[in-house]
């Protein structure tokens, strides 16, 4: 990449330089940022294979899959590559056209490939068979010196992967299961979710520790909003009672008052009859 920015000026090559660092550093992170500093990168030069490329995966990235065959499709008249061969049948997959995908899986330029774009490959056309209904022989298609190899290669994960999910598809469980966990054993990267799917084969459910930490709190709020009607009958017996004895104490207040008044008339009677 960088002799082919050669040719561009300095100032410009380095914009360019730029933007194809932000494209390599977010297309697994945030693709569509990706994308977007793709676009800026395909403004300034557009003639520079390198950029076309970065362009066609960051357009892959988000799906764009007619944008990025064609991308890639400039990046190989310009450069004579056939390295892009798979990514560019994967485009005819994702524009609902797997016939073509298998096509391109028997023209000469796969027998041009290094082995890893011949695995790569290889997962495409099984991928095309599998859009088709073709379980079977997308099965067939991944069985492979490469996949019956001990040997852990950069493909070797994704290619078991590919394989374990086949099987699965087959309804074959035990013999994906086993895949899985072959998978597992190469996949030293996380580059897959063969871990998540033996446990989901195995049924075992992974709980957010966050999602359950605020359910919790939902849950004690609701609790503290909540009284026990226990509690509300026995306010509320408090209350009657309270109201009882305020009554009574109020009808014996009277009761007092009404008494020491009569007393003090019979008083004055007496007083009047002594006189």
């Known amino acids: ?19 194809l660092v932000m494209v390599a550093n977010l297309i697994d992170e945030d693709p569509e940022q990706a994308y977007a500093y793709s676009k800026i990168a395909l403004r300034l030069a557009s003639r520079v294979a390198a950029v076309r490329e970065a362009a066609g995966f960051a357009a892959y990235a988000t799906q764009k899959y007619s944008e990025a ?7 190989r008249r310009m450069t004579g590559s056939v390295e892009l061969w798979p ?12 016939e073509r995908a298998m096509a391109m899986a028997g023209e000469p330029e796969v027998q041009k490939l290094d082995k890893a774009g011949q695995v790569e490959m290889r997962m495409v056309a099984a991928g095309a068979r599998r859009d088709m209904g073709q379980i079977d022989a997308a099965i067939v298609t991944l069985q492979s010196p490469e996949l019956a190899s001990n040997s852990v290669q950069p493909w070797t994960a ?54 359950e930490h605020d359910e919790q709190d939902t849950q004690d709020g ?7 009607p226990a509690d509300v009958r026995d306010d509320e017996d408090v209350e009657d009672v309270e109201d009882v004895e305020d009554v009574e104490h109020d009808d014996l207040s009277d009761d007092v008052v009404e008494a020491q008044d009569d007393e ?7 007083g009047d009859k002594s006189s």
Do not use: I
């Open 264 to 270: 003090a008339d019979d008083t004055d009677s007496e």
């Open 87 to 98: 990514v560019m049948a994967d485009c005819e997959r994702g524009l609902g056209r797997p």
């Open 69 to 75: 065959l064609a991308e890639f499709r400039a990046a």
């Open 1 to 19: 990449m960088r002799q082919e920015l050669q040719s561009l000026p300095k100032g410009l090559a380095e914009d360019v330089a730029r933007n």
């Open 158 to 211: 994704r290619l078991r992967y590919a394989y374990a999910d086949a099987l699965l598809a087959a309804g074959r469980e035990g013999e994906a299961r086993e895949w899985f966990a072959k998978t597992l054993e190469a996949d030293k990267d996380g580059a897959t979710d063969a871990s998540d799917r033996l446990a989901e084969m195995d049924g075992v459910e992974f709980v957010d520790a966050h999602d």
């Open 222 to 228: 609701d609790h503290d909003d909540l009284s026990d």
